[in-house]
């Protein structure tokens, strides 16, 4: 699975838009540690992890913007992997979704992102702007 594979590996991923399955390349970007799944023992420290959690994020390529037919506009991270049992899913984002905005701080890549969200607190209210089915809208997570 895209967990277990190293940042900047290209990795082939399919997506289904408008009832068609695309495949797409992306390159992988790093998480950071605290945004991994989370572990299921006890000694887990709250502070290290983060609404992220369960999700993988890669950069719009031209393959990607094909495939999910995004405007030359839309930028952003897109979701490539995302855990069901996680917040952010709980929210409605899912794979092929661009996450555009975090608390109204722009998202060019998934190097901002990742620079977003290890700044962010448990407990932290979060609005992001999302680019989903061909339309911006906003989800709002909060931190578990």
Do not use: C, H, W
Not at 20 to 25: H, N
Not at 33 to 60: D, H
């Amino acid at each position: 699975m895209i967990g277990s594979m190293a940042p900047g590996t290209k990795a082939r991923i399919e997506a289904n838009r408008g009832g068609q399955a695309r495949t797409f390349e992306v390159q992988l970007a790093e998480m950071p540690a605290g945004a991994a799944e989370e572990s299921l023992e006890e000694t887990a420290q709250p502070e290290k992890t983060t609404v992220f959690s369960g999700v993988a994020v890669a950069n719009i390529t031209d393959d990607i913007r094909t495939a999910l037919d995004l405007p030359r506009d839309v930028q952003g991270a897109v979701i490539a992997d995302i855990d069901a049992d996680s917040t952010a899913a709980k929210a409605g984002l899912r794979e092929g979704d661009v996450v555009q905005e975090v608390n109204k701080q722009p998202v060019k890549s998934a190097k901002d992102l990742v620079a977003i969200s290890k700044k962010l607190k448990p407990n932290d209210k979060i609005l992001m702007r999302v680019y989903s089915q061909g339309r911006s809208g906003y989800v709002a997570l909060e931190a578990k």
